[in-house]
């Protein structure tokens, strides 16, 4: 899948999500419901789990239903964790993807609800994905995991712990450092390539493996714009260090953090010329991972 495949797909998946999907949250649901989960779930975006989760399903045709109602369903999961980690008792950010947030737009009960909302309406459409055998199972347990006591959830609670001041020693901070973040940003990136990887009944070590080093390397260049305070990708930047949150610029400083994003560049890009993914599919994850390298530059 080339770029322009990459684009083709994003746009069969904003079909999915604004007809489909938005008619299915729609039946039945209250307006003061239905308003801020459609508003938190269309917000502009890269659409990186469900295009991840797509490029491993070896999705290339819109027919391929299955494929975006498990799209849809990890991009669910996504959008209640912005909604809530946006709320003033998580992170308490006024802006998500250049507009405001969902609180912010509405209420704080309205994204109370919504997140709720978006967190169990994902089961609903992967129950409608109609895989095949043990896939569904399968599919349910990794986005149950990823996006919630084992992955999202825990790295969630671990970050607002740590951002409260514990004390902790250095070489406690870098562990705990990639452990927030291995939970809270890499699990739920893993967990779109693996189930990509158990629709098309590939790798799925080699594929979950991949999306966790993606997963550190999008945080890591993330964290790097925040410290370096662009406002470009619209959100509040150096909000992180006044907060007193682990962030790799914080721990490492930005030279040795640079050093990471490299080395974690070349470790996904290795895991990747070990997949039997296409040629295309690899080119445009090869691009992907050079990207979200280059973003923090």
Not at 83 to 96: C, G, I, K, Q, S
Request: charged share 25%; aromatic share 6%; net charge negative.
């Amino acid at each position: 899948m080339n770029p322009d495949g990459a684009n083709t797909n994003k746009q069969d998946f904003e079909d999915f999500l604004n007809s489909t999907v938005r008619d299915l949250f729609s039946n039945q649901a209250v307006p003061f419901l239905i308003e801020p989960v459609l508003y938190s779930l269309n917000a502009p975006g890269k659409r990186l789990r469900p295009l991840l989760l797509m490029t491993f399903a070896n999705y290339n045709d819109r027919s391929n239903t299955s494929t975006l109602f498990a799209a849809a369903a990890i991009e669910c999961i996504h959008s209640y964790s912005l909604v809530h980690d946006d709320l003033p008792a998580m992170d308490n950010d006024d802006l998500r993807r250049g507009r405001p947030t969902c609180h912010k737009a509405y209420s704080e009960w309205a994204a109370i609800l919504a997140g709720d909302a978006l967190n169990t309406f994902a089961f609903e459409l992967l129950a409608q994905a109609n895989l095949e055998g043990n896939a569904l199972s399968d599919a349910i347990m990794i986005l149950s995991q990823a996006g919630g006591r084992i992955g999202m959830v825990s790295g969630q609670a671990l970050d607002l712990e740590n951002e409260r001041g514990r004390g902790l020693a250095l070489t406690n901070k870098q562990e705990m450092l990639t452990e927030i973040h291995s939970r809270k940003t890499a699990a739920l990136i893993s967990a779109a390539c693996e189930i990509g990887a158990v629709i098309a009944r590939g790798d799925r070590v080699l594929a979950s493996e991949f999306g966790r080093k993606l997963g550190l390397l999008f945080q890591v260049t993330d964290d790097m714009l925040d410290a370096k305070g662009s406002t470009e990708a619209g959100k509040a930047t150096g909000k992180d260090a006044a907060a007193g949150k682990l962030t790799y610029p914080a721990v490492f400083g930005m030279k040795e953090t640079e050093m990471i994003c490299d080395q974690l560049t070349q470790e996904t890009l290795s895991i990747l010329a070990r997949t039997a993914l296409s040629r295309s599919s690899m080119d445009y994850l090869e691009q992907l991972t050079r990207q979200l390298k280059e973003r923090s530059r």
